[in-house]
């Protein structure tokens, strides 16, 4: 009796061996001779077939599964499911097959209270965490908890997603997250009690990257944790001088997305990338000027030749008649008018958006003060009447320009708002005030 129970355990770790090798045939035959042997778990850890063919990303295999009627939600010790180590090893093809087969993304583990979404930004693995959010728009999820609750739920430590991206320093988890309606300022704290934010767990593991993004996203500098302390307190008692020098609240306060107007959550995939882009050299340019204090290194935005580049190819191209200084890219609807990227950014923070308004009041056209229903990437002509389409990877300058020094006409629009953008001076303008 002995031997077959020995006979038998051998023919099972067969199974999962030939599994995790992505043996297909040897594992159909194996499972032809014994069909109870899918009933059967491995390890400690008490994996079934299904969680080793989820894990190993044997995609063939977990199809057969499937298949077979194997149940898709099988829980192993730790009550975790095969899509749960789908997504922790990174096998976005397993994940999607597992959703399709109706696997439910709102379970928790047993470890630390745990989703899928949750291990998905933990490990940084973005195409789980955009499958995971897209299946949550169709899914029952949607209807029963509805997705901004999905997406800010919490483990069984208070962390949400976005928590737990900042705190294993995943910037484009973060972005994507946010981009989804995730809380910037969610604390990890409950009833009523303070915790820590996104923001002090990025601080605390000096990451600059999602230091960038959360103060991108109007994350507050002066948020409490649990210990009382604000997230610049957290980087200086973890030695990151360059994430204190940002998070300091007594320097100018970042750019922040304008995310609450209609027409900016309504643009599209090119001009979104435009004004992005343009948010990100603004606050890049904040930063050096605070690391210069801080005598820190800084790292230039763009080489000397790119520069040069744009300046060629851009040299008949109108300029922003706000600034005199960029390309205009961005078009104004529905009257028509043009104007760069940047100068488009500074008005739409001129005045920063309060979240608790249903429909917060937007700015206007610069130029006819109409009202702005809609924002696209500009068409613009060259010398030679050929229409161009301004490009959102490579946006075209008339000439090597500095958005920290740009135009007093810029600086007189963007001056006034309380994002940190003010001082942005021309050479002319700074002699003249010296």
Known sequence: MGQRLSCRERHESGLFAAIANGELELVEAMIEQDPSILEQTTGHGRLSALHVAASNGRIEILSMLLDRSVKVDILNRH??????????????????????????????????????????????????????????????????????????????????????????????????????????????????YPGSTPLHLAARGGSLDCIRVLLAWGADRLQLDSSGRIPFTVA?????????????????????????????????QEAKALLEKALMEANREREKTLLKKADMP???????????????????????????????????????????????????????????TTCPAGPVCPFCRGSIDQLIVAEFKTSGDTEVESSPAKPRRSRKSNFSEGSSSFKGLSAMGPFGIGGRSSGKFAAEKE
């Open 79 to 192: 009550k975790q499911t095969p899509l749960m180590l789908a997504v922790m090893h990174g096998k976005t093809g397993c994940v999607e097959k597992l959703i399709q087969a109706g696997a439910n993304i709102l379970m928790f583990d047993s470890l630390r209270g745990r989703t899928c979404l949750h291990y998905a930004a933990y490990y940084g693995h973005i195409g789980c965490l955009k499958a995971i959010l897209s299946a949550a728009h169709s899914t029952p999820i949607a209807d029963s908890w509805g997705f901004a609750r999905f997406v800010n739920i919490r483990d069984g430590n208070g962390a949400t997603p976005l928590h737990l991206a900042a705190l294993q320093k995943r910037p484009e988890c973060l972005h994507t997250l946010l981009e989804n309606g995730a809380l910037v300022c969610a604390s990890t704290g409950g009833f009523g």
């Open 236 to 268: 200086l008692k973890h030695k990151h001088r360059a994430c204190a020098a940002l998070l300091d609240p007594s320097s100018a306060a970042p750019l922040v997305w304008p995310a609450p107007l209609k027409f900016i959550s309504e643009l599209n």
């Open 298 to 356: 800084q790292s230039p935005l763009h080489s000397d030749s790119e520069d040069d580049d744009m300046a060629s190819e851009a040299s008949n191209v109108e300029l922003c008649c706000i600034c005199f200084d960029q390309v205009c890219t961005i078009e104004v609807k529905p009257c028509g008018h043009q104007m760069c990227a940047h100068c488009t950014l500074a008005l739409c923070c001129h005045k920063r958006p309060d979240p608790a």
